[in-house]
């Protein structure tokens, strides 16, 4: 009786470890999952601004059109740039106010390394697609299914990926680290889907040092480029987007693990309030069946 009861014991434990644990998950400096409104894009929802004191986002630039939120994201909603042309005039999503560095800017002014995850869906990638801009640093498209990180005025003239993000209209998962501490192998582009684990593409080498702060604060826009015209959207779908940063050393760059761990929890169903119920009701019965083989 003893042995089943131990059985029982390592079943639950092990339902346990898979229901609670974290991880990577929720170390994030920026998170943007885009829950919690169905409808259009709503600047006084501080749920799109998540982990960073609840600051609100809003819109900024061009009259080209505004983003919504649909329900059809790789995990839950998402935030809906379809009508927007390529590479063309669109409304941004701003994060912060100009002149005032909220707690992400802050994190990310002087950063010494950094990674950032997220999702896309598009019918096909275009030049010059902003996905997010922050400072004098972008995440830009360019032609040929490829992502390239640069830093403006800097010197660096080749850190884009090779041709590894080009499955049109599907859900594609992307990843791209930098470590300031080196000066070569260190920004690196990983890529997955809902089907395929992530895996490195490519690394190139870009001397960007500590990324520097913009003339007006560090700002982050989301899917166009911060000044007017706003004129690089980017046309499709974007879910899921987290920014990891340290200031102090190579903290912020995510190992091949933490990233995959993330593409696994983003494809993972979101938990239903009656699965909280089941993991409370488990978590007590694990305890009473430890006590009985005391």
Not at 99 to 124: P, R
Not at 126 to 139: H, K, Y
Request: glycine share 12%.
């Amino acid at each position: 009786m003893r042995k089943k009861t131990g059985t029982i014991s390592v079943m639950l434990l092990a339902g346990l470890v898979g229901m609670g644990v974290a991880g990577v998950i929720d170390n994030a400096k920026l998170y943007l999952s885009f829950e919690g409104d169905n409808g259009n894009y709503d600047s006084s929802n501080e749920a799109y601004w998540e982990k960073v004191n609840s600051e609100a986002p809003s819109y900024f630039g061009t009259s080209g059109g505004n983003p919504t939120i649909t329900n059809s994201g790789i995990r839950g909603d998402c935030i809906d740039y379809s009508a927007a042309p390529a590479a063309g005039s669109y409304s941004t999503v701003r994060y912060g106010q100009i002149g005032s560095d909220t707690a992400f800017e802050t994190a990310l002014i002087g950063a010494q390394s950094f990674t950032m995850t997220g999702w896309f869906n598009t019918s096909g990638l275009v030049a010059n697609e902003r996905i997010l801009d922050f400072g004098n640093c972008n995440l830009i498209t360019t032609s040929d299914s490829r992502l390239s990180f640069y830093e403006d005025g800097k010197t660096v003239t080749d850190t884009q990926s090779t041709a590894i993000y080009g499955a049109d209209n599907q859900w594609v998962f992307f990843a791209v680290t930098y470590d300031g501490t080196q000066s070569s192998g260190n920004l690196k582009y990983y890529v997955g889907d809902g089907a395929t684990a992530s895996s490195l593409g490519i690394t190139k080498d870009a001397n960007f040092g500590t990324l520097d702060s913009a003339s007006d604060g560090m700002v982050t826009y989301l899917a166009n480029r911060q000044v007017n015209p706003g004129d690089r959207s980017f046309s499709g779908y974007l879910d899921e987007l987290r920014i990891y940063t340290s200031s102090t050393d190579a903290s912020g760059v995510l190992n091949a693990a933490s990233i995959e761990e993330i593409r696994q929890h983003d494809i993972s169903p979101i938990p239903e309030p009656t699965t909280l119920g089941l993991f409370a009701v488990a978590s007590g019965l694990l305890m009473l069946i430890r006590r009985r083989m005391r």
